[in-house]
C-alpha cells in the first residue's frame, strides 16, 4: 500500500516556466514533509519542507505548498532551469524518524 | 557541510555471499538509515539506527541486519546474498533533536547479485 504518491513518472518543462510536481498521501497523520532532488549516480538532496501546521513555504525559486483537505502536496519551480533537470521525490513523515517516500518524478528542463 | 560516505560505489558479488556495506557520517547525527532505491518503487526503508547499537525495523528489513557499534558509523550486512538484492544501496542520517528533520544522504552503492 502506497501512502505517499507521485503519479506523474515524468515531466517536461521549458526553461523559464513554472514546473509543477505533485504528491499525493493517504495517511492523515503525516506531519511533515519534504522534497528531495536526486541526480544520476548520487545521492538525493535535501530540497525544501513543509510542517502540516502551514500550508506554504518558499525558498528561493522553490515553493511547496500543502493542501491538507486534499491531501495533496506540490513542488512549484519558478522559473525553472536545466540544472533542475533531475528526479524529485517527496516524503512524508508522522511525528517519528521515519519517512515514506513517493516514487520519484523525472523533470526534464528543455533549454 | 553534513559528509556521509559509503564505502564502495559499486559492488559485485556472487549469490549466496555475505555483504558488508559501510556508511560514515562525520557530523555527530544521532539517527542513520539505511534505504535501497528501485524503479518505480522509489526509497523503501530498510533499517535505522537513533543510537549506539539501536536499531528498528523498516519498511524492508528481510534478508538484511546491521551494526551500530559507533555513532558515526552504520554498517548493512546481507547476510547471503540473492539477486533480488540487487539495488541502489543509499545510506542517509539525520539530528531531529535539532529540530531539522532533513535526512543527508551519501552517494550510494550500486550492489549487483549474479
Known amino acids: 500500500d502506497q501512502q505517499v504518491k507521485q503519479n506523474s513518472p515524468s515531466l517536461s518543462v521549458q526553461e523559464g516556466r513554472i514546473s509543477i510536481l505533485n504528491c499525493d498521501y493517504t495517511n492523515s497523520m503525516f506531519d511533515y514533509f519534504l522534497w528531495y532532488k536526486k541526480y544520476p549516480a548520487e545521492g538525493p538532496t535535501f530540497l525544501i519542507s513543509i510542517s502540516s501546521i502551514k500550508d506554504k513555504n518558499e525558498d528561493g525559486r522553490f515553493t511547496v505548498f500543502l493542501n491538507k483537505s486534499a491531501k495533496h502536496l506540490s513542488l512549484h519551480i519558478v522559473p525553472s532551469q536545466p540544472g533542475d533537470s533531475a528526479v524529485y521525490f517527496c516524503?512524508?513523515?508522522?511525528?517519528?524518524?521515519?519517512?515514506?517516500f513517493g516514487t520519484g518524478t523525472r523533470l526534464k528542463v528543455l533549454a | 557541510d553534513v559528509k556521509v560516505t559509503q564505502s564502495s560505489r559499486y559492488l559485485v558479488k556472487r549469490t549466496g555471499e555475505k555483504v558488508f556495506l559501510e556508511c560514515v557520517q562525520d557530523m555527530d547525527h544521532e539517527n542513520m538509515f539505511w534505504y535501497r532505491q528501485d524503479p518505480g518503487l522509489g526509497l523503501r526503508l530498510i533499517y535505522f539506527s537513533y543510537d549506539v547499537k539501536m536499531k528498528e525495523k523498516g519498511d524492508i528489513p528481510e534478508g538484511y541486519s546491521v551494526s551500530r557499534e559507533k555513532k558515526e558509523r552504520f554498517s548493512l550486512i546481507l547476510e547471503s546474498a540473492s539477486t533480488n538484492q540487487t539495488s541502489m544501496y543509499l545510506c542517509a542520517s539525520a539530528n531531529p533533536g535539532q529540530g531539522l528533520y532533513e535526512q543527508y544522504f551519501g552517494p550510494g552503492t550500486r550492489l549487483t547479485v549474479t
Open positions: 516524503a512524508a513523515s508522522v511525528g517519528t524518524y521515519k519517512y515514506i
